[in-house]
């Protein structure tokens, strides 16, 4: 019961520390959900249709994601780019995203204790979704360029193995349900959409008694119902939508379905039939999916990756409206027994189905489902999207029985349903095999859940580019006295100290979720690497968590997986990283994990060829992407061969098999030091303990010898034939082009930094729409779904890069598009205009 009550604790406290949740329905059917959370001076607006890819028909498939986009093409008042211009400056940022059971837009902007006297963004945010309810113009000449968009992104997809394999595992799947197509539709539909298709869709679903709003953040209830009322109370009840009458008939034997392709990787795809969120059967369903797939201690992980049949195991637990699927995903070399692997599935699975799991086991795979929920929360965004998702296939208030519900699975439960539905009959298998080996270069990054999509389905998200967060800007500085308030003025402060043996410690209390966050950055990236050795400090990132000389591998994941907790190990250009998570009671054991892992790392033989095994499936992976290709081909012409820019951040095969204990052990004795090291933590605790703990964990790790300092080579000028000629790359399978183009950027030190950030804002880098080159390309042009600049400080002149995905035929048009851009940039100055929404939105 201790053990029970231990579980039970971090829900209750999430719940107790904030007001209510307080659902609020208008007289014309508009349901209205409100959490006030003041930890910081944000506010997030997410407006949820249930309307998604469920209620489409053959013919017009891919109409509710197609809508999606027309959403920000302008109304009867706003003219397109005007809701990206006004959320810019508010300082605040919009996005939105189409599932199988509905489509959700949202916003994240300062609150009115942020923005400047009389001008709220929350309610232009407010009036925004008021109008474009029920009065988008879908203007023809915008929807026919949108639906090149569409396409480009449908495309763009199917350069993916890992999207065509899913694409074809839910279509044999699903044979009478409208989940047998894709969210964003087939292609042959997508063209033949007509206006009069999209204004029939949008005037049935787009109504008031059809969606939920949700706000979270920092605001008065009473005071914001206020002003919703003032905005949506006047669109008047619309008729109710029709009913899905489509029921998937029960699975009556395995499917299987085999993708060929270029390639050299392998991806299994195992989907089995689970029924929908509201059924009781599925509190179990979540805990076996935990013991089966999450963390390195799970039965998969054992079955499949610790024996060396697969590099990777992961699932997707759907919440689905409708019974949905849960998958389960495995990356294989190319030399694969896919029979073997399918022998030690099903034994893993069978051995569920027959004996009961202990009592330890239970509750480490309960704790890791509870504590997956309690993750999901953090951020006041997070926590709307989770209320609204919720709301469409259930009921918000799901979320207040969820973890408690989950505490009382009991090893009959989770033995009653394996037995149920991980069955031959019930499951679709699919193979993706790889029919010609690509160019040896160093997947696709395997597409991973968002912050609702473990617990609720997955769906087409619009992720247009990372943007550059948090800089203040340029050498001709105009004061505006109607921007935002930089949020860093309003928020909690964080504090720093800098130990005695040279190790910085940043704190930084958030007392909003029961969590802590964990980030750990040591000056030991790739630029480190001896020039013929490239590899080695990704290598050594990745051995830090497979063993200690106080803990085996097998021990160190246990602890993790028991505390629910997560740990990652990583190394980039610039720093070796750890990151980790967990609830805020279980940080001081986290905190001894990273220690351990940090300081005493074994660099075990066994180990380390199991990693150059799952290292070279993960090249095998990269060759399969354009992008990649594209990007280490664009290095290559921008560097000189002794330079860390120009290989490739893993290495090559040669690389990776030449890698030794020794190699690794000299890197990380070298580079790891307490003089390098940055630790960062973020949360729900206290900061005197925590700073204590850190004391006594790295106080007495002493730097051996001066710091290592970086010295990177000259970088010539670029050959005139480099610059006039693209490059080309052919793969024969790939339905969309990949562009990449590029320059040397700018030092972090340089003078001009802050106004080389700021111009690539403006010019394709912002999170917004309202960038110049997704404003040409795009939304006038209809040339591309994707189109950003990505420009990041480091030392030495990183890569500036622009890239994009075009039709093959547009190609020539789209670089000419660009080029045209660029000469704008240089010899235009930005308005006063795209300056103020550059401000605001870095600086917000």
């Not at 506010?43 to 986009?69: A, M």
């Not at 704008?824 to 401000?839: F, H």
């Amino acid at each position: 019961m201790l053990l029970a009550a231990l579980f039970l604790a971090p829900l209750a406290s999430l719940w107790a520390v904030h007001p209510a949740v307080r659902e609020t329905t208008l007289p014309n059917g508009l349901k209205v959900i409100t959490k006030e959370i003041h930890a910081t001076p944000v506010i997030s607006v997410w407006t949820y249709y249930r309307v998604g890819s469920r209620n489409e028909r053959p013919g017009i498939t891919g109409i509710s994601h197609l809508i999606e986009h027309m959403m920000f093409k302008g109304t009867a008042t706003l003219k397109r780019g005007d809701i990206d211009r006004l959320t810019a400056l508010a300082g605040g940022k919009n996005n939105a995203f189409t599932d199988t059971d509905y489509t959700a837009y949202y916003f994240a902007l300062p609150s009115d204790a942020a923005a400047p006297e009389g001008k709220s963004g929350l309610d232009t945010v407010l009036r925004v979704e008021a109008d474009r309810m029920r009065n988008c113009a879908m203007d023809p000449q915008e929807l026919a360029h949108e639906k090149q968009v569409v396409l480009s992104e449908l495309d763009g997809n199917a350069n993916n193995p890992l999207n065509r394999l899913d694409e074809a595992a839910r279509a044999a799947a699903y044979v009478v349900h409208p989940y047998h197509w894709p969210v964003i539709g087939w292609k042959c539909d997508v063209q033949a959409i007509t206006r009069s298709d999209v204004l029939g869709y949008y005037r049935t679903y787009y109504q008031p008694n059809n969606a939920i709003l949700i706000l979270t953040g920092d605001f008065d209830t009473a005071k914001v119902l206020d002003r919703v009322r003032e905005h949506f109370g006047p669109i008047p009840r619309g008729p109710e939508p029709p009913k899905i009458t489509g029921v998937e008939p029960e699975q009556e034997g395995e499917r299987r379905v085999a993708v060929k392709g270029e390639g050299r990787a392998v991806y299994f795809e195992g989907m089995y039939h689970i029924p929908g969120t509201s059924h009781p059967d599925m509190f179990a369903l979540g805990v076996l999916d935990s013991l089966l797939t999450v963390g390195k201690s799970s039965r998969l992980y054992r079955a499949l990756v610790d024996t060396g049949l697969a590099t990777d195991v992961s699932s997707l637990f759907s919440q689905q409206r409708d019974p949905g699927w849960e998958t389960i995903f495995a990356t294989c070399s190319d030399t694969a027994d896919h029979r073997k692997f399918e022998r030690a599935l099903d034994a893993a699975i069978a051995d569920v189905q027959e004996k009961l799991v202990s009592p330890a086991e239970l509750e480490k795979a309960k704790r890791q489902t509870i504590t997956q929920t309690v993750f999901a929360m953090d951020g006041i965004s997070n926590q709307g999207a989770l209320l609204g998702a919720y709301e469409i296939v259930n009921h918000w208030n799901y979320l207040l029985t969820l973890n408690q519900r989950t505490e009382r699975v009991t090893a009959e439960d989770v033995r009653a349903v394996a037995r149920k539905y991980l069955t031959a009959a019930n499951r679709t298998i699919a193979w993706f095999v790889p029919t010609k080996i690509s160019k040896e270069l160093p997947a696709p990054p395997r597409p991973k859940p968002g912050p609702i999509q473990r617990r609720i389905g997955g769906g087409v998200m619009e992720c247009w580019s990372d943007g550059v967060l948090g800089k203040r800007l340029l050498s001709r500085q105009r004061v505006n006295a109607s921007l935002p308030l930089p949020l860093a003025a309003l928020a909690p402060r964080a504090t720093r100290t800098v130990l005695p043996n040279g190790m910085v410690l940043l704190l930084q209390e958030n007392h909003a979720n029961p969590t802590a966050a964990i980030a750990v950055n040591v000056d030991a990236g790739a630029a480190f690497d001896p020039v013929k050795r490239p590899g080695l400090a990704v290598l050594t990132a990745a051995m830090l968590n497979r063993g200690t000389a106080t803990r085996s591998a097998a021990k160190f994941h246990e602890e993790l997986d028991t505390l629910g907790a997560e740990l990652t190990f990583n190394a980039t250009m610039d720093c070796a990283s750890i990151n980790g998570h967990s609830l805020s009671q279980d940080l001081p054991k986290l905190l001894a994990l990273v220690h351990d892992a940090l300081r005493r790392p074994a660099f075990s033989t066994a180990e380390l060829s199991r990693l150059r095994a799952e290292q070279m499936t993960a090249l095998k992976e990269d060759a399969d992407s354009p992008y990649i290709l594209s990007l280490q081909e664009l290095r290559e012409a921008l560097y000189p061969q002794n330079h860390p820019e120009w290989h490739y951040l893993r290495g090559g095969e040669a690389d990776i098999k030449a890698a030794t204990r020794s190699d690794l052990l000299a890197f990380y004795r070298q580079h790891y030091r307490p003089d390098t090291t940055v630790l960062a933590v973020v949360g729900d605790f206290d900061a005197g303990q925590v700073a204590a703990q850190v004391q006594s964990l790295f106080g007495s790790w002493q730097a051996n010898g001066p710091r290592p300092t970086l010295q990177l080579p000259l970088i010539p000028s670029l050959r005139r034939e480099v610059t006039e000629k693209p490059a080309r790359l052919p793969i024969s399978d790939k339905a969309e082009a990949i562009v990449l183009m590029g320059a040397r950027g700018v030092d972090v030190h340089a003078p001009d930094y802050f106004a080389a950030i700021t111009a690539n804002h403006i010019f394709g880098g912002g999170e917004l729409l309202n960038s110049r080159l997704l404003a040409s390309l795009r939304e006038k042009q209809g040339l591309t779904y994707s189109v950003s600049s990505e420009f990041r400080g480091s030392r030495g002149e990183r890569p500036w890069t622009l890239a994009m995905q075009n039709d093959p035929k547009d190609v020539n048009t789209a670089i000419r598009g660009v080029r045209a851009e660029l000469e704008r940039m240089r010899t235009a100055p930005p308005s006063d205009d795209e300056l103020d929404q550059a401000r605001a939105t870095l600086v917000g």
